[in-house]
């Protein structure tokens, strides 16, 4: 069972609903960049925008980049050096998935 935070009084569809999306982008972000691997993942839930997020964790060698994702693919967060050809990647996998989630 996925356990919310207490301050996110949505409803339960539309946890669900973030946490699917979120496990789209991850995979297919795991799935489509071959040059750094997903180490670590975690979701918080962010009041402002009222939406769940996630942490994801990339590293290449002994170096680590994290950043936060929205569900729809907003990029709302990057913690401090961030490689050019990561963020290019993110977002051309981004791109990749887009068709595929248009309802």
């Not at 009084?9 to 795991?30: F, G, P, V, W, Y």
């Not at 569900?71 to 996998?93: A, K, T, V, Y």
Request: proline share 3%; no cysteine; net charge negative.
């Amino acid at each position: 069972m996925t356990k919310y935070s207490i301050h996110d009084k949505r409803s339960l569809k539309e946890k669900e609903r973030d946490q699917e999306s979120l496990n789209a982008i991850e995979s297919t972000l795991e799935e489509l960049i071959a040059n750094y691997s997903i180490e670590d993942s975690e979701d918080h839930f962010d009041t402002e925008s009222n939406e769940i997020v996630r942490k994801l964790v990339f590293s290449q060698g002994m170096r680590y980049y994290s950043f936060v994702i929205s569900p729809i693919g907003f990029i709302r967060m990057i913690q401090g050096e961030f490689p050019i050809e990561l963020l290019l990647d993110i977002h051309n996998s981004l791109m990749f998935q887009m068709p595929n989630r248009i309802d």
